[in-house]
């Protein structure tokens, strides 16, 4: 079997993040596997053909930081042709940010008798298109639609994302192709303390202060950090906690960044840091009191158990999807509710006995690997070969 | 109606629950659908008024909607004679460097034949430097108006 997979965003990507991290960590899984015969490939939009990458050079430069990253792509073209019956074409990428459309590819391998299998994060572009960006809404409608025709199955990482698709399905009265659950890997098993001497100076300073509520992630109006910041006024500040948010501040959140600058507590109990490094990261998980989850929607959330993991507390906003991946491991509030935010912890700022409970049933809390999510994944497109 | 115009259909909706515009027409993204990734099928876009036309095609070949910029100019040849006002977009867009360095081509284009002169095959060359992450890192690196002014020329 060949596993035809278009990793173009990836290997165009500056950051490798969001999609783009899931699309690296399950294909140099599903290289290193070795039974099956994964073809990565990469669009060259002058020359409208796919190019074969180099597995070595890519397990080199992604798995190792090795090489770079165009001597990746070799010059060994893919035409569209080759791509046929016995073979799977698997979207594992963000390929609606490609040229070539799926509106146009799909069409033509499924006519040769390929299978194409779609891995959908999401489908928040559809039903929630006010918290993105419309230009990346335009694209997606184009690769969902595709999919909902020509897709032979479906893989997505909570089965709230599953219902969603139902849904609109039902709704679009097309048929939904078999689609199938597989949750994201999350490898922070190693418990590396990060010195105070391994971060900047002001990320020290600004954690030894006062217990704080920290939130990660880009900060675009999905996210709700705005939330954060009406909790701190209502009953967070006086409670005690600092705040501090972790992420670029993205698109349309320029009224947002206004109110933080001009906010009279802004670097003394309100900090926003950007671009920071893994250990930055980790040194502010070890040290938070939680991690505030506050999105209106999301496909899967990773910090969740990427927080859990560290040992970090967790209150998230109450949606299928966070209490289909933590369950009984975080604590929840009402969606978009400040109040029962600051309630919440509240309780949990007079009982220390909790919190420390919390803290330690933690440690329970077992994630996918990567490993474990690559190998799903291949039983998965397995299926779909026997079934040619 | 096609899958494509439903998905349409829903997200538009979905908007207009949450009272924003859609940027984008569903004119432009019906011919914009099942579309070849280089050859523009002009004849697809014909049909469409002036206004819709320019924006559809500045999606289709250029894969962003127009800037103010060239909003403005466009709206005030809005009353031209649909040929004529046709013939000025695609002329305009067909020497664009997206064009060259995507060879893109306007097929079924009943106005004029596209030049590929030296300037088409120059700015072709530039494609390469669209793979080279080790720029791209650099380019981020730069005043965010000059990356938009990159991001327009290349992307």
């Given amino acids: 079997m060949k596993v035809y997979i278009d990793v173009s965003v990836l290997t165009l990507a500056t950051f490798v993040t969001g999609i783009q991290r899931v699309t690296r960590e399950i294909a140099i899984r599903l290289i290193g596997m070795g039974d099956v015969e994964i073809i990565l490939l990469h669009y060259n939009a002058r020359k409208n053909l796919f190019y074969k990458i180099n597995n070595i050079a890519f397990i080199d430069f992604y798995a190792h930081n090795q090489g770079k990253k165009e001597k990746m792509i070799t010059r060994q073209a893919v035409e569209l042709q080759e791509i046929g019956q016995g073979n799977i074409f698997f979207d594992l990428d963000a390929a609606w940010m490609s040229r070539v459309k799926r509106s146009y590819i799909l069409p033509v391998l499924r006519q040769q008798g390929a299978r194409i299998v779609a891995h959908i994060y999401d489908i928040i572009s559809v039903t929630h298109p006010e918290y993105c960006l419309q230009r990346g809404v335009y694209n997606f409608m184009d690769y969902i639609g595709a999919h909902l025709q020509y897709a032979d199955g479906m893989i997505s990482n909570a089965q709230a994302t599953v219902d969603e698709l139902c849904k609109l399905s039902k709704h679009l009265q097309v048929g939904l192709p078999k689609c199938h659950v597989v949750s994201l890997g999350a490898d922070y098993g190693n418990k590396e303390i990060i010195a105070d001497s391994q971060v900047p100076s002001e990320l020290v300073s600004a954690v030894k202060d006062k217990p704080y509520i920290l939130m990660v992630g880009t900060i675009e109006p999905r996210k709700n950090h705005k939330l954060l910041l009406e909790a701190y006024e209502k009953g967070l500040k006086d409670m005690g906690y600092n705040i501090i948010m972790a992420g670029y501040m993205g698109w349309n959140m320029e009224v947002f960044a206004e109110v933080i600058l001009k906010h009279s507590d802004y670097q003394k109990r309100i900090f926003h840091f950007e671009g920071l490094e893994d250990e930055g990261i980790t040194y502010l998980y070890q040290h938070a009191r939680f991690l505030a989850f506050c999105s209106y929607v999301e496909g899967y959330g990773l910090p969740i158990i990427e927080s859990i993991m560290r040992g970090t507390p967790v209150i998230a906003a109450d949606t299928p999807v966070y209490r289909e991946i933590a369950g009984d491991y975080c604590i929840y509030f009402k969606q978009d509710n400040a109040d029962d935010l600051c309630e919440r912890l509240s309780y949990y700022q007079e009982n220390e006995d909790m919190y420390q409970q919390l803290k330690s049933w933690q440690t329970d809390y077992k994630a996918y690997t990567w490993e474990t999510s690559a190998y799903k994944i291949k039983e998965i497109l397995f299926g779909y070969e026997t079934h040619t | ?155």
């Avoid at chain 2, 095959?121 to 080790?134: A, C, F």
Wanted: hydrophobic share 40%; glycine share 2%.
């Fill in chain 2, 1 to 155: 109606m096609s899958v494509y115009e439903k998905v349409y259909n829903v997200v538009a909706d979905n908007l207009q629950q949450a009272q924003i515009p859609f940027e984008y027409r569903k004119s432009t993204f019906l011919c914009d659908v099942e579309a070849h990734p280089q050859d523009i099928d002009v004849s697809r876009f014909l049909s469409l008024s002036n206004q819709e036309f320019m924006e559809a095609v500045h999606v289709a070949i250029l894969k962003r909607l127009p800037d103010e910029r060239q909003t403005a100019h466009w709206e005030q040849r809005y009353t031209l004679p649909r040929e004529q006002f046709q013939q000025e977009v695609l002329n305009s867009i067909a020497r664009s460097s997206v064009v060259a360095i995507n060879h893109i081509q306007l097929v079924n284009n009943p106005y004029f034949v596209q030049k590929e002169g030296i300037k088409y095959h120059m700015l072709g060359m530039l494609y390469g430097l669209t793979d080279k992450s080790s720029l791209r890192e650099f380019g981020k690196r730069l005043p965010q108006s000059i990356q938009v002014i990159i991001r327009k020329v290349f992307l």
